[in-house]
């Protein structure tokens, strides 16, 4: 497959020094070579919907979802007027026919004549599950275990609290269900259990009690909270990070009031990579890096808690396949480079044989506060960047978009991911009548902007004028509560910048002098009427270098 990236400037799906050149004189491959969602549309004078020169280049097959009707028909045409030569066609086409005819594709039945077609009592069947049960059990880390907390008597009182405790979705990740793994419910995953269901099961068979309180708040003060936390699913570009920090401080702040009543604490740490949560390890009695255990929550209570009769159930196995960082800098570090200085090494791993105390850990990043607070990045490719969220206001109701497509209460706006560069980075705001689009924090806190004004920092928004009619308007604005905030009007200049492609806006922050920078709750509050449409990637803090733009 041909990637997104560019060889010294070259984009892959148009390159046949590597397509060709390499891949097959050089490399001797002999398979077909197929593209990313629309890559050929990136290469210089191409659209999705035409690019001979892809074709030319060495790729057999186009990967072109929602444009392969009209790529269809002009690349037929460019094999008639002799753009492309019939016998790049035919042997692309060879190609594919003849993987597919080696791996006997011509003979083999329809997958509705195999003989297990239809049996859907099989999937999630018993065996299978225990399957992955024992996977995800075999994949935990016990990075923590001071004084030997674990594994735990059944038969306590167990709160359960943190946002990933009874959430599947969190807990496989991205390409689950969707692309990015969100928008997804518990019931959405049938037989498949959440980390709380798993624990529920234990204590209660035990004779204990469990109660779950996202928020760490009880009812009845327990013996030992369960903490239960992580990134939110992503995939691919969605997924990158300028730094290790991981920078939901939610958890942090339950661990900390529960530590603080005198409660031990464990944590279960969902994410796919190592980050940097040290924070969060000296808020901790005991400290699992669960990865995404997938469907099977039961797995992390196998090892969290003794059997009924006080036996150990399961052991940890777990080792790192990777240094768990010591610092956010998401510098190199491999076993075996000089200076190698991790927090965890590579094969570290506890287990209930162990008796080691990790000490109390430095919570010095190495980073900027800003940077660990997200306090600077909003929108990152058409998606909010934790812990803020887009948010559509109409008629005084808000609405969190989740989904690829999200309308508001009563519909006077709606955001939809679109691709610009790639698959669904960027999205469409589209006023039908007077309605809000906000960046806000998901939890109501409020940040610091304040020493940031002071040194010229800029709102940086990259965006794509699509209508604006000449009775709509169009602001931007800012917001410190329900009843504090700043707008500037930028109808006059948005109107300039309509078919005009790509434009990027510096708003300096010193512009919204009605605003309290100390507390910020929303740093984007587009306002607009009906007949706006506007399509954002990326909202974010930058220096304003004396290019900002403050309104009419």
């Given at each position: 497959m041909a990637s997104y990236n560019s060889w010294h400037g070259h984009k892959m799906h148009g390159f046949a020094p590597m397509l060709t050149d390499v891949l097959r004189g050089r490399m001797g491959f002999d398979g077909f070579t197929v593209g990313d969602w629309n890559g050929h549309g990136q290469i210089e004078g191409c659209e999705p919907t035409d690019c001979p020169a892809s074709v030319n280049a060495g790729l057999d097959m186009f990967m072109a979802p929602d444009s392969w009707q009209t790529l269809y028909h002009n690349t037929l045409a460019q094999v008639k007027d002799g753009r492309i030569s019939e016998a790049r066609l035919g042997?692309?086409?060879?190609?594919?026919?003849?993987?597919?005819?080696?791996?006997?594709?011509?003979?083999?039945?329809?997958?509705?004549?195999?003989?297990?077609?239809?049996?859907?009592?099989?999937?999630?069947?018993?065996?299978h599950r225990a399957v992955a049960r024992e996977a995800a059990r075999k994949s935990l880390v016990l990075l923590k275990n001071n004084d030997n907390l674990l594994p735990l008597s059944a038969s306590s009182r167990v709160l359960v609290a943190g946002d990933g405790a009874d959430n599947i979705g969190k807990q496989t990740g991205g390409w689950t269900l969707s692309w990015q793994g969100t928008g997804n419910s518990n019931s959405d995953f049938p037989n498949g259990e959440s980390v709380f269901d798993g624990i529920r099961q234990a204590v209660e068979a035990a004779g204990g009690s469990v109660e779950l309180s996202a928020n760490g708040r009880y009812r009845e003060k327990p013996d030992v909270a369960i903490v239960v936390f992580g990134e939110q699913p992503y995939a691919e570009f969605i997924g990158d990070r300028s730094h290790l920090a991981f920078d939901d401080g939610r958890a942090l702040a339950i661990l900390s009031e529960l530590k603080a009543k005198g409660i031990a604490t464990v944590s279960v740490f969902l994410s796919g990579r190592p980050l940097w949560v040290n924070p969060e390890l000296n808020q901790s009695d005991a400290f699992v890096a669960a990865f995404l255990p997938g469907s099977e929550g039961g797995a992390i209570a196998d090892l969290l808690f003794r059997a009924a009769d006080g036996t150990i159930r399961h052991d940890f196995r777990g080792r790192l396949s990777f240094s768990w960082p010591d610092n956010a800098k998401g510098e190199p570090l491999n076993l075996g480079d000089v200076g190698y200085?991790?927090?965890?090494?590579?094969?570290?791993?506890?287990?209930?044989?162990?008796?080691?105390?990790?000490?109390?850990?430095?919570?010095?990043s190495g980073l900027d506060p800003a940077q660990i607070l997200n306090v600077g990045r909003y929108l990152y490719a058409g998606k909010a960047v934790r812990p803020w969220q887009l948010q559509l206001v109409d008629r005084g109701d808000m609405t969190v978009v989740t989904d690829a497509l999200q309308h508001s209460t009563h519909g006077a706006i709606s955001a939809e991911a679109t691709d610009r560069h790639q698959q669904e980075d960027s999205?469409?705001?589209?006023?039908?009548?007077?309605?809000?689009?906000?960046?806000?924090?998901?939890t109501g806190a409020t940040v610091d902007l304040a020493r940031l004004a002071e040194g010229d920092m800029a709102l940086e928004i990259e965006y794509q004028l699509l209508s604006l009619t000449d009775n709509t308007s169009l602001s931007i604005g800012m917001a410190c509560g329900s009843d504090c905030g700043a707008s500037l009007d930028f109808t006059e200049y948005f109107s300039e910048q309509q078919g005009r492609g790509w434009q990027s806006l510096k708003v300096p922050l010193r512009c919204f002098t009605d605003m309290d920078m100390t507390r910020v709750t929303s740093p984007l509050v587009l306002q607009g009427s009906a007949g706006t449409v506007i399509q954002l990637a990326n909202v974010r803090l930058a220096n304003n270098e004396g290019q900002g733009q403050c309104g009419q």
């Open positions: 042997q692309a086409v060879s190609r594919v026919l003849r993987i597919k005819a080696e791996m006997g594709l011509f003979e083999q039945i329809t997958p509705s004549a195999r003989p297990l077609a239809g049996r859907y009592e099989l999937l999630g069947a018993p065996e200085a991790p927090l965890f090494a590579y094969d570290y791993g506890l287990s209930y044989d162990d008796k080691l105390n990790v000490p109390q850990l430095s919570e010095e999205v469409v705001i589209s006023f039908t009548a007077d309605g809000v689009l906000a960046l806000a924090h998901d």
